[in-house]
């Protein structure tokens, strides 16, 4: 077999296609968690908290240059490294919701898959059983 009927084989098989459609949902579903925290839920902690922006926490590591505003975005634009740990709060809080959407996502797909009791087992199987057990014994 060469090796592009072996690559056509393995990529047309049902496991790498449902991989690729996992990964590319996976991703747009990262952009809504990406958007409920970043434009709904942060918002509304700044209300809360007075206007307090994760975005712009951070420690710089270097000298600031005169003229340079205290914002995450003019540090980096002057190139001045900084310790962005509001970014990493920001990220992390994406991170909570987008697993505790998977864990409920799971828990009810597992919960929808559970099977019906067996069956009960026929008669006749039983009876079979009784004699196969007594001629053990």
């Not at 839920?41 to 590591?61: E, Q």
């Not at 920001?90 to 991170?95: A, E, G, P, R, S």
């Amino acid at each position: 077999m060469s090796f592009m009927s072996e690559f056509k084989e393995f990529a047309v098989k049902g496991n790498a296609m449902d991989l690729a459609v996992g990964v590319i949902i996976g991703a747009a579903f990262g952009k809504i968690v990406d958007s409920i925290v970043n434009d709904l839920i942060m918002p509304i902690v700044g209300a809360v908290f007075g206007g307090f922006d994760f975005s712009n926490l951070f420690v710089a590591l270097g000298t600031v240059p005169e003229g340079v505003a205290m914002t995450l975005a003019e540090m980096k634009k002057a190139g001045v490294p900084v310790f962005a740990y509001g970014s990493f709060l920001t990220i992390l809080l994406n991170f909570i919701i987008l697993a505790f959407i998977v864990f409920i996502l799971v828990k009810q797909l597992n919960r929808l898959k559970k099977t019906a009791p067996p069956a009960a087992t026929p008669e006749d199987i039983v009876l079979l059983r009784e004699i196969r057990d007594s001629l053990k014994k």
